[in-house]
């Protein structure tokens, strides 16, 4: 409700500002607002000092998949010269992040300018309204107060007088319990009189004052600015003697290139199809791509965007004006004995020593070449010396350029389409000039050639549904990015998929369809498992088995062709491996694939055995009773009878034990029940006759008591005792047996 109350206030005012037309003139033009960013060595720039701003062509495009692209601009340039290069606003950031300028031609550049604006919030604070970029009703009407305005409207006719303030209250809504937030203006009127008037839709309020008026189109300007987008002009001065060749790289964020291949099998099957490959290439950035070389990298390197082309204000604190403290009347003793002031003790000598000394350095490149290419730079190096310490040299590089630049382009060869490996990445360097205007996408080729490919129908335990594949192998000097793909048969569609990267030599399945005419399923599983070796240590026991898993598939195959089937089944990779002389035909990290031909209308059998350790841990101590455990192991292993067997008895005499413990108190508890009976009926016939008999039944029930209270700590201390027996026992045993040394 609130910014509809604002929504519909700010129209109010702004149709009311007839006046404000002529005080728009007064205020800040647009350019006032959009300061011009530079930072310039040159002179300043006459009509003979610099020649007229051209533009710089892109001539090379090299675009990443995590959204980045690398451009260089390159052209000629005469004397001293101003180049232009044009961006969108969210290039800027990138482009000021990244750019680099080197002239070949022994020339320098200068300075660097481009057009910014100022932030919305500094512009709005050059208004005295104080309005946030995002009113409320609230937030106008506060703005107002004070002001002399002029209420329309209402229902006391049109009211003139000074706006006091604005509240909101809470009332019902009808007849139920509903509630509604209304808004009420407290004014002052001319004559004294206070006025409090509902907020309401046919409400109007105006400013009478002139200026206010104006404070309030300019405040509306601003907001309809304030997200408009347009072009970055960015000029370069560069200066020097003759003609040279000027060279602009920079990096910007771009759309993510995109891979996209046809396979088509020929008619007549042989083994192989033409593989076509296509990558689509989005150009949104403010320039065209006139005849550029473009070269698209599969890979990701680290970017990031910091807004350095939005003013940025600090936050600076505010100190308080310190102010002197009244001073009291005081008195003062005065002193019996004034000595002489000592002497100022002399200044110690630095421990340190800075030297500075001229040295000419030239990092990642030719000396010669560097003084030529920057006549007015000075190379220094300042030697920092402590006691101690070696001297560190700093070397300072010539202003306006970076040591060690590395630039794509030098990474990229001539030659037909490739794929340049560098840091993990590999790249599509495409020899013929591409030209893609801007706001305009194109598909450009990548790879056309016969590769390897055979049909195969996969099946795997995780999807049961059986699928038409392509067993794909990259004969090619080229990797194979990610994309997707689509496969022709017989001069038409027979599905699509995905794949992942396939570097040279590597062989893939691509599935693109389902097979409904094969069946597979499993019609046996076997295991057995046989005990090889047992292993006791202190406590732990650890018995290894080897384990012959076996599991036969079955495959059907009801179409009118033969078919190759590929079972694919999880890897077992902890000591397991393939029983007999059953081979994979291929075996990735974690899967095996097995081939099994099925002629038509036929089933085929493949029966899979697998050979591996199992391993079981029991650990032995006193607090849970392994005497079951110990008793089967000593029958599977006799040779452990001897080590175990006092184990054994120490485990059935705490047993014994517990159960004497458990009977004990429970006789205890019974005894404490029947002592408790006795000396409630005793305390009930006092005096009686009958009482003297349950005086001899209370005497033999605390006697009881007393006797199995005995019992039960004497079988406690037992059981500790026995507890020691046994821990101690355990950590004893040592037993290492093999099945290999039983034969």
């Given at each position: 409700?609130?910014?509809?109350?604002?929504?519909?206030?700010?129209?109010?005012?702004?149709?009311?500002?007839?006046?404000?037309?002529?005080?728009?003139?007064?205020?800040?033009?647009?350019?006032?607002?959009?300061?011009?960013?530079?930072?310039?060595?040159?002179?300043?720039?006459?009509?003979?000092?610099q020649q007229a701003v051209k533009d710089l062509a892109v001539r090379k495009v090299v675009l990443y998949k995590n959204g980045v692209g690398y451009f260089e601009h390159a052209g000629s340039v005469q004397g001293n010269q101003r180049v232009a290069i044009d961006f969108t606003s969210p290039q800027l950031n990138d482009v000021l992040q990244?750019?680099?300028?080197?002239?070949?031609?022994?020339?320098?550049?200068?300075?660097?300018?481009?057009?910014?604006?100022?932030?919305?919030?500094?512009?709005?604070?050059?208004?005295?309204?104080?309005?946030?970029?995002?009113?409320?009703?609230?937030?106008?009407?506060?703005?107002?107060?004070?002001?002399?305005?002029?209420?329309?409207?209402?229902?006391?006719?049109?009211?003139?007088?000074?706006?006091?303030?604005?509240?909101?209250?809470?009332?019902?809504?009808?007849?139920?319990?509903?509630?509604?937030?209304k808004f009420y203006l407290t004014l002052v009127a001319n004559f004294g009189a206070v006025r409090v008037i509902e907020l309401t839709p046919a409400l109007s309020v105006r400013p009478l004052d002139a200026n206010l008026q104006g404070q309030l189109d300019r405040y509306l300007e601003l907001l309809s600015t304030a997200h408009s987008t347009g072009l970055r002009h960015l000029t370069l001065d560069a200066l020097g003697v003759g003609q040279r060749e000027l060279r602009v790289s920079y990096i910007s964020e771009v759309p993510v290139w995109k891979s996209t291949y046809r396979l088509v099998f020929p008619r007549e099957a042989n083994g192989s199809a033409i593989m076509q490959g296509w990558a689509v290439v989005d150009n949104t950035v403010g320039a065209d791509w006139d005849n550029v070389q473009l070269s698209l990298v599969a890979g990701a390197p680290q970017s990031f965007i910091q807004p350095l082309s939005q003013p940025i204000y600090s936050r600076r604190p505010e100190i308080p004006i310190a102010t002197e403290a009244q001073l009291t009347p005081q008195t003062h003793e005065a002193a019996q004995n004034q000595a002489a002031p000592a002497p100022a003790p002399p200044p110690m000598a630095g421990a340190n020593s800075l030297q500075t000394r001229a040295k000419s350095v030239v990092p990642y490149g030719n000396r010669n070449q560097m003084q030529n290419q920057f006549p007015n730079s000075a190379n220094q190096t300042v030697a920092v010396q402590t006691e101690g310490e070696a001297v560190e040299e700093l070397a300072a590089i010539a202003p306006g350029v970076a040591g060690g630049v590395y630039r794509p382009s030098d990474a990229i060869g001539e030659g037909d389409v490739t794929t340049n490996a560098f840091d993990d990445f590999f790249e599509y360097a495409l020899t013929q000039p591409v030209t893609i205007h801007k706001n305009e996408s194109a598909m450009v080729p990548i790879l056309q050639q016969e590769l390897p490919a055979v049909h195969v129908t996969l099946w795997s335990e995780k999807e049961h549904t059986p699928l038409r594949a392509v067993w794909l192998e990259n004969k090619s000097k080229l990797t194979l990015d990610s994309g997707s793909f689509s496969i022709f048969e017989s001069g038409e569609f027979a599905g699509e998929g995905l794949l992942d990267p396939i570097h040279p030599g590597e062989k893939r399945l691509l599935s693109y369809a389902a097979d409904q005419a094969v069946r597979v399923k499993v019609t046996d599983r076997d295991s057995k498992r046989t005990l090889h070796h047992v292993m006791i240590y202190k406590g732990a026991i650890v018995e290894t088995h080897m384990n012959v898993a076996s599991v036969t598939y079955s495959a059907t195959n009801s179409g009118d062709a033969d078919r190759v089937v590929l079972v694919e089944r999880p890897r077992r990779n902890n000591g397991w491996s393939l029983d007999g002389d059953l081979k994979a035909a291929e075996a990735s990290p974690?899967?095996?694939?097995?081939?099994?031909?099925?002629?038509?209308?036929?089933?085929?059998?493949?029966?899979?055995?697998?050979?591996?350790?199992?391993?079981?841990?029991?650990?032995?101590?006193?607090?849970?009773?392994?005497?079951?455990?110990?008793?089967?192991?000593?029958k599977r292993v006799p040779d452990a009878l001897d080590k175990l067997q006092p184990v054994i008895d120490a485990y059935s005499a705490l047993a014994k034990l517990d159960s004497g413990i458990a009977e004990s108190k429970k006789t205890e508890e019974s005894a404490a029940a029947d002592e408790a009976r006795d000396r409630d009926n005793l305390t009930a016939l006092k005096g009686n006759d009958a009482a003297r008999r349950f005086v001899d039944e209370l005497n033999r029930a605390e006697d009881l008591l007393q006797a199995t209270r005995k019992q039960t700590a004497d079988l406690e201390r037992q059981k500790k005792v026995a507890v020691e027996k046994l821990n101690d026992l355990i950590s004893q045993v040592s037993f290492d047996w093999d099945v290999k040394a039983e034969k």
């Open positions: 409700m609130r910014r509809s109350f604002a929504l519909s206030s700010l129209l109010a005012l702004s149709v009311t500002l007839a006046l404000a037309a002529s005080l728009a003139a007064q205020t800040p033009s647009d350019t006032a607002s959009k300061p011009k960013h530079s930072a310039s060595l040159a002179p300043p720039r006459g009509s003979q000092a990244s750019l680099t300028v080197l002239d070949e031609g022994g020339g320098r550049i200068a300075g660097v300018d481009y057009n910014s604006t100022t932030p919305l919030a500094e512009q709005l604070k050059s208004l005295s309204l104080g309005m946030s970029d995002d009113p409320n009703s609230t937030e106008l009407f506060q703005a107002l107060r004070g002001q002399r305005v002029e209420v329309t409207g209402g229902p006391g006719g049109t009211i003139t007088g000074r706006l006091m303030s604005i509240e909101s209250r809470t009332e019902k809504s009808g007849t139920g319990d509903a509630t509604v937030d974690n899967l095996y694939r097995f081939r099994l031909p099925v002629p038509a209308h036929s089933t085929e059998k493949l029966e899979v055995r697998e050979r591996g350790p199992e391993q079981n841990y029991v650990y032995l101590n006193s607090n849970q009773d392994q005497t079951a455990y110990l008793l089967d192991l000593v």
